[in-house]
């Protein structure tokens, strides 16, 4: 019988913590779209823009498997624009 590897380096914790990161990944546009929906004539262009990129993210999550490990450290990975939001 194999045994499971849940050591800090474990796939399956790098794993779960990259769902963890997408998921924090869609705070920020749901916090846009809240901010523009509040204004006189918000941008639906932008709305459709930050849903977009939610849905993106929504579907990586979903779509995702232990196996993905490029895509896994990518998303590990602090800098990379591809899937952190980029703060200042």
Same mark, same amino acid.
């Given at each position: 019988?194999?045994?499971?590897?849940?050591?800090?380096?474990?796939?399956?914790?790098? #794993?779960?913590?990259?769902?963890?990161?997408l998921g924090q990944e869609l705070q920020p546009f749901m916090e846009a779209i809240r901010?523009?929906?509040?204004?006189?004539? +918000?941008?639906?262009?932008?709305?459709? #823009?930050?849903?977009?990129?939610?849905?993106?993210?929504?579907?990586?999550?979903?779509?995702?498997?232990?196996?993905?490990?490029?895509?896994?450290?990518?998303?590990?990975?602090?800098?990379? +624009?591809?899937?952190?939001?980029?703060?200042?």
């Amino acid at each position: 019988m194999a045994t499971i590897d849940l050591g800090i380096n474990s796939g399956s914790i790098k #794993y779960e913590v990259a769902l963890e990161i997408l998921g924090q990944e869609l705070q920020p546009f749901m916090e846009a779209i809240r901010q523009e929906k509040g204004k006189a004539e +918000p941008s639906q262009a932008f709305i459709r #823009y930050c849903e977009m990129r939610m849905a993106a993210l929504g579907e990586l999550q979903d779509n995702l498997r232990t196996t993905d490990l490029g895509t896994i450290e990518g998303i590990l990975e602090k800098n990379n +624009p591809l899937f952190r939001w980029q703060r200042k």
